[in-house]
T-cell receptor, first 110, second 115 residues
Framework: TQLLEQSPQFLSIQEGENLTVYCNSS?????LQWYRQEPGEGPVLLVT?????EVKKLKRLTFQFGDARKDSSLHITAAQPGDTGLYLC??????????FGTGTRLKVLA | NAGVTQTPKFRVLKTGQSMTLLCAQD?????MYWYRQDPGMGLRLIHY???????AKGEVPDGYNVSRLKKQNFLLGLESAAPSQTSVYFC??????????????FGPGTRLTVT
C-alpha cells in the first residue's frame, strides 16, 4: 500500500517568515501534485511535478520533486495570512488514481 | 461555468438510514471520483469511474455504492448509514494534464453526520 506522509502536521508562523512542508513516501511516483484547501471548500491544484529533481515556482511558493521521485517539498517565502490553509500532496504511479498525503495545516498570523 | 457541484451541502442521518449524494460536472471530464476526508487522514478514495457506465472500488469502498449513468453525474449511495461514515465527502473530476498526470477539480464537499 502506498502512503504519503506529510510533515509537519500543523504549523503556525508569523507573517514574513519562511517555511517548508515535506511529503515523503517509500514508493516511487510518476507525478506528484500539491493542493491547497481552505475551510468549507474542496482542494485546489497548485502544481504538478513529473521529473525527478524538478523545481517549480509559483510566486512565493517553490515546489521540488525528489531525485528518486519518492518525496517532495513545498517552500513558502515571506508567508502571508492569505497562505493560511490545508496543504495536501498527492501522488500517482501513472494511473488516474491519486494517493493523498495526510495534510499540513498552516496558519499565518498577521 | 459551475465546475463540480455537490448536493446536499449538509446532512444529518440516523444510524441505518440511507441517502444518496449527487455530484455533477459540466467540464465533459471522463474520470470522476468520490473521496472522504477525516481529520488527520487526508483524502481517501471511496469509488471512482473512468467513464459513463463504469465504476470501480477505491481504497475504502465498504458501505458505499456508486453509479454513473450519465457522463456528467456520479452518485454515491449509503444503504445503511453508520456513525463511522460521519465525514466530509468530496467529489472530483479530472482530465489529462500531460502523460501520467491528471488535474483533479473538486466540488465544495458534503458534510455528513450519522448519529
Amino acid at each position: 500500500t502506498q502512503l504519503l506522509e506529510q510533515s509537519p502536521q500543523f504549523l503556525s508562523i508569523q507573517e514574513g517568515e519562511n517555511l517548508t512542508v515535506y511529503c515523503n513516501s517509500s514508493s516511487v511516483f510518476s507525478s506528484l501534485q500539491w493542493y491547497r484547501q481552505e475551510p468549507g471548500e474542496g482542494p485546489v491544484l497548485l502544481v504538478t511535478v513529473v521529473t525527478g529533481g524538478e523545481v517549480k515556482k509559483l510566486k512565493r511558493l517553490t515546489f521540488q520533486f525528489g531525485d528518486a521521485r519518492k518525496d517532495s517539498s513545498l517552500h513558502i517565502t515571506a508567508a502571508q495570512p492569505g497562505d493560511t490553509g490545508l496543504y495536501l500532496c498527492a501522488g500517482t504511479s501513472g494511473t488516474y488514481k491519486y494517493i493523498f498525503g495526510t495534510g499540513t495545516r498552516l496558519k499565518v498570523l498577521a | 461555468n459551475a465546475g463540480v457541484t455537490q448536493t446536499p451541502k449538509f446532512r444529518v442521518l440516523k444510524t441505518g438510514q440511507s441517502m444518496t449524494l449527487l455530484c455533477a460536472q459540466d467540464m465533459n471530464h471522463e474520470y470522476m471520483y468520490w473521496y472522504r476526508q477525516d481529520p488527520g487522514m487526508g483524502l481517501r478514495l471511496i469509488h471512482y469511474s473512468v467513464g459513463e457506465g463504469t465504476t470501480a472500488k477505491g481504497e475504502v469502498p465498504d458501505g458505499y455504492n456508486v453509479s454513473r449513468l450519465k457522463k456528467q453525474n456520479f452518485l454515491l449511495g449509503l444503504e445503511s448509514a453508520a456513525p463511522s461514515q460521519t465525514s466530509v465527502y468530496f467529489c472530483a473530476s479530472s482530465q489529462t494534464l500531460m502523460e501520467s498526470s491528471y488535474e483533479q477539480y473538486f466540488g465544495p464537499g458534503t458534510r455528513l453526520t450519522v448519529t
